[in-house]
């Protein structure tokens, strides 16, 4: 058999990066953005089997792989993030003698740095998963419960009109329930874009949903 290995125990096959088929073929994956899978290839690159959690890739040096802006770059950063693909382990800091960059996991291979097993968090991500609520919601003067359906960024769509309408004045009255679609943003907070249901007019001309 041919040996696999130098005298230092190396491998002596070409380095490759491997792209197991169940990431490939989770919604997340899926929804990443061209610069986000090109980002992630880069961090994979760098991988070596034994630096997962070290593996240090600033957002200047990304953007300047894949031929876009450092906003882009960094957007696809916090894509990755969210979507639970990488984890940032060491921001990177360039206000002192030994500037560094941000060090990353992957989330797909154990961690070399804390030694934690490999959540797969990616695996856990859904673009539109429905949830039970109960209790008061933004700009509404009474409790608020029923389905609601958090939408991602990137899946977010206004609908006929809502462009051309500014709702962040119409304060709702009243109890309200039904279905309520939320705008998630990547801060956690969730913003009421417009209650869904019946209509009713309530004096002075106020939107009410029932």
């Known amino acids: 058999m041919p040996r696999r290995h130098n005298n230092k125990g190396r491998s002596t096959t070409e380095r490759f990066i491997a792209l197991p088929h169940y990431m490939l073929r989770s919604p997340a994956w899926r929804s990443l953005s061209p610069v986000g899978r090109c980002i992630f290839l880069k961090l994979a690159a760098i991988y070596n089997g034994g630096n997962n959690g070290f593996i240090a890739l600033s957002t200047r040096d990304a953007?300047?792989?894949v031929r876009c802006s450092k906003d882009t770059a960094a957007r696809a950063f916090f894509e990755l993030t969210e979507k639970g693909f990488i984890v940032c382990c060491s921001r990177g800091h360039f206000d002192?003698?030994?500037p560094h960059a941000s060090e990353y996991r992957l989330t797909v291979y154990s961690c070399d740095r804390t030694g934690e097993k490999a959540s797969k968090a990616f695996m856990r991500w859904l673009p539109d998963r429905e949830?039970?609520?109960a209790g008061p919601m933004g700009r509404t003067a009474g409790p608020t419960s029923g389905t609601v359906r958090a939408s991602t960024k990137e899946n977010y769509?206004?609908?006929s009109g809502e462009k051309d309408r500014d709702t962040s004045s119409e304060p709702i009255s009243g109890?309200?329930?039904g279905t309520h679609i939320i705008y998630q943003t990547g801060s956690g907070a969730?913003?009421?874009v417009e209650p869904s249901g019946v209509?009713?007019?309530q004096p002075r001309g106020r939107r009410h949903a029932s």
């Open 63 to 65: 953007a300047k792989h």
């Open 96 to 98: 002192r003698k030994s």
């Open 131 to 133: 949830k039970s609520v």
């Open 157 to 159: 769509r206004p609908r």
């Open 175 to 177: 109890p309200t329930a």
């Open 190 to 192: 969730v913003e009421a």
């Open 199 to 201: 209509v009713d007019l």
